[in-house]
T-cell receptor, first 110, second 113 residues
Framework: GDSVTQMEGPVTLSEEAFLTINCTYT??????LFWYVQYPGEGLQLLLK?????DKGSNKGFEATYRKETTSFHLEKGSVQVSDSAVYFC?????????FGKGTRLSVIA | EAQVTQNPRYLITVTGKKLTVTCSQN?????MSWYRQDPGLGLRQIYY???????DKGDVPEGYKVSRKEKRNFPLILESPSPNQTSLYFC????????????FGNGTRLTVT
């Protein structure tokens, strides 16, 4: 079945560092891809999405590009802030309910 | 404000004592779902509902029940809770079951002793 693999955390960065969180997927056809973020004590929120190959999703300074050839949807941000500390989930859907990765915890220190 | 509301936020109970976690959404969404989140296991789907009176098992349905009598409400019922159901639970909803982003509640932390 469809699946999502994320890099394991935790990831610890200093403020203003560059962030990459890797996400690869296994699915036939053309799934829609999402990144969700979970701040401490809260539920998941949609961060960004891309619905077809080469689409770039972006929000709050985060970006991810749908790469069909490498089946990837890596999350990037050029300069992280302490307020970006959270757990990030990659997810896909392709005629199915959302399939989530296991999440990557990011800690940003001042 | 569009939201998914879960109650309670925290619940401590004892083995075997029936409990219900409520979930309500005000977005007229057709699709609703329950997940549990455990360290190292990520999110696992318990049950989902495509519409009123239509429910189906997710990946980990054992020990849980749900009902969908109204579009806005989707309660999660634990008839006889056990310690292995200690977890963080999330309700979520979306306009459609596929190709649609999910809106999550803030979670219910359940401890079963």
């Amino acid at each position: 079945g469809d699946s999502v693999t994320q890099m394991e955390g935790p990831v610890t960065l200093s403020e203003e560092a560059f962030l990459t969180i890797n996400c690869t997927y296994t699915a036939t056809g053309y799934p829609s891809l999402f990144w969700y973020v979970q701040y401490p004590g809260e539920g998941l929120q949609l961060l960004l999405k891309a619905t077809k190959a080469d689409d770039k999703g972006s929000n709050k300074g985060f970006e991810a590009t749908y790469r069909k050839e490498t089946t990837s949807f890596h999350l990037e941000k050029g300069s992280v802030q302490v307020s970006d500390s959270a757990v990030y989930f990659c997810a896909l859907t392709r005629n199915t309910p959302l399939v989530f990765g296991k999440g990557t915890r990011l800690s940003v220190i001042a | 404000e569009a939201q998914v509301t879960q109650n309670p936020r925290y619940l401590i109970t004892v083995t075997g004592k029936k409990l219900t976690v409520t979930c309500s959404q005000n977005m007229n969404h057709e699709y609703m779902s329950w997940y549990r989140q455990d360290p190292g296991l990520g999110l696992r789907q318990i049950y989902y509902s495509m519409n009123v009176e239509v429910t189906d098992k997710g990946d980990v349905p054992e020990g849980y029940k749900v009902s969908r009598k109204e579009k806005r409400n989707f309660p999660l019922i634990l008839e006889s809770p056990s310690p292995n159901q200690t977890s963080l639970y999330f309700c979520a909803s979306s306009l459609a079951p596929v190709d649609s982003p999910l809106h999550f509640g803030n979670g219910t932390r359940l401890t079963v002793t």
